[in-house]
């Protein structure tokens, strides 16, 4: 049965709009359509990801040639000619009749007939007038330039401008824009990095070993993982290097047995459960959904030494109570580290959100050093960039009775020496942290930190 490719991106928008986060919208609907063909499942993505990628620009434009600013008109409207201005300016592919005349149909098909000609008036004239589309002048204002060129809410913009400096914050916005191939880990103790790599091949993936850590590999163009055999079977699992870091930093005496508190979907987990030293792995959540998640990766890899329990970190769990020779807090965050992967999460997070979340990072790490045994270790990292989550939570910790920040630059010392911020990392490292930024490593966004509590 034949499908409508932009009608489907209508109706992803509309479940976007009532809260369901973004980059689970895009995974259940290409779930539900494995049966579409490949070139279909693409249009469908770089629509839909590229809308949101480019809202504010696009948005900027519009109301550059609407009489009607976009924040007044109906949803289904705003949506038809978002997506339709998306096509005009970077789907060259794509006819400009085919993206105007297709959003005029489903204002029609939706019950709107009465607002066709206002989606088609405005589109036509958009069109007519692409090539004369001026940024706001840069000299004159330049986070409103940034804020229309990269579509990055003035607030973010202050905030990296503030943090990370212009020249940085610039290198930050553009890898965001970048498409961002999907890192994984490949499971060593099953198959080599080369024969998974050959594996992948055979099944029509493309893959990159230009990666941090030797067991690293980064697929390229993928369709979906539910038509891998070799995912199915357990080769690799899906986990960005800035995560895997925590494996090469984390501290394991023998037979340790570690506590990952915010576990899902479990990466972390499986990577330190593969170390020989480690005796135990229990791998906590708040729910039984993410639970399951964590339980799905175990099951695919058939991993050995973990036991999963829900648990909300942020209530003291007697149970625990210095149980543990490490203890991983890889803590709920802002997440602004992962934009590039999860588009969505620039237009939801506002400077009191993080200030909100780094006051639930301390309530979690308040439990999570009573779990600590005496000699053992507390890891901290989270997948964002704000120094009120990150480098002010790392001084909280510091406060800590008996606990010190670890020299972990000797551990990481070899995996980065090729890349020019190896110097800047390593002095991090040596005061017991590290800022991964995107664009360096070729890593998402993240802070690891470590600490040892005294004997």
Do not use: W
């Not at 579509?151 to 290198?171: C, D, N, Q, R, W």
């Amino acid at each position: 049965m034949a499908v409508n490719e932009r009608e489907i991106v209508l109706d992803m928008f509309l479940m976007l709009a009532e809260g369901k986060p973004g980059h689970l919208v895009l995974k259940d609907v290409l779930d539900g359509y494995l049966y579409l063909e490949k070139s279909s499942r693409g249009f469908i993505t770089r629509l839909y990801e590229g809308t949101i990628e480019k809202r504010i620009y696009l948005d900027y434009i519009i109301d550059s040639f609407s009489k009607t600013p976009v924040t007044k008109m109906k949803p289904i409207i705003k949506i038809l000619i978002e997506n339709a201005v998306y096509q005009l300016f970077f789907m060259d592919r794509v006819p400009d009749s085919a993206a105007i005349n297709e959003a005029v149909k489903l204002a029609k098909k939706r019950g709107l007939s009465g607002l066709s000609g206002f989606v088609n008036g405005v589109l036509r004239n958009i069109a007519r007038n692409k090539d004369s589309i001026s940024l706001p002048n840069k000299d004159e204002d330049l986070v409103k330039y940034f804020e229309i060129k990269y579509s990055m809410p003035t607030e973010l913009v202050k905030h990296f401008i503030g943090e990370y400096g212009e020249v940085k914050a610039v290198e930050i916005f553009e890898t965001f824009e970048k498409k961002q191939p999907i890192t994984a880990r490949v499971n060593i103790y099953k198959n080599s990095r080369e024969e998974i790599v050959k594996k992948l091949t055979k099944e029509e993936v493309k893959v990159s070993t230009d990666t941090v850590f030797p067991e690293s590999i980064k697929i390229l163009e993928l369709d979906s993982l539910s038509f891998l055999e070799s995912f199915e079977d357990g080769d690799f699992v899906i986990q960005d290097e800035s995560s895997q870091f925590i494996g090469k930093i984390g501290e394991l005496s023998d037979n340790a047995s570690v506590l990952d508190l915010c576990a899902a979907p479990g990466g972390k987990s499986l990577l330190i459960a593969e170390q020989s030293e480690s005796k135990e792995v229990i791998s906590c959540d708040l729910s039984e959904e993410k639970i399951a998640l964590i339980e799905d990766n175990i099951n695919r890899t058939k991993a050995g030494k973990i036991k999963t329990v829900i648990n909300d970190a942020t209530v003291f769990n007697p149970d625990f109570k210095e149980g543990f020779d490490l203890v991983i807090c890889d803590l709920p965050c802002s997440g602004l580290g992962v934009i590039g992967r999860k588009r969505d999460i620039k237009y939801n997070i506002t400077r009191e959100k993080m200030i909100a979340l780094a006051k639930l990072q301390r309530s979690i790490l308040e439990n999570a050093r009573q779990y600590v045994k005496k000699g053992g270790y507390l890891i901290f990292s989270t997948c964002t960039m704000s120094k009120i989550e990150n480098e002010e939570n790392f001084k909280f910790i510091s406060e800590f009775d008996g606990f010190s920040p670890m020299d972990f630059s000797d551990k990481i010392r070899e995996y980065i020496a090729r890349y020019k911020v190896c110097d800047r990392l390593l002095e991090e490292a040596k005061r017991g942290y590290i800022r991964l930024i995107p664009g360096e490593l070729g890593t998402d966004g993240f802070f690891i930190s470590e600490f040892m509590r005294e004997e």
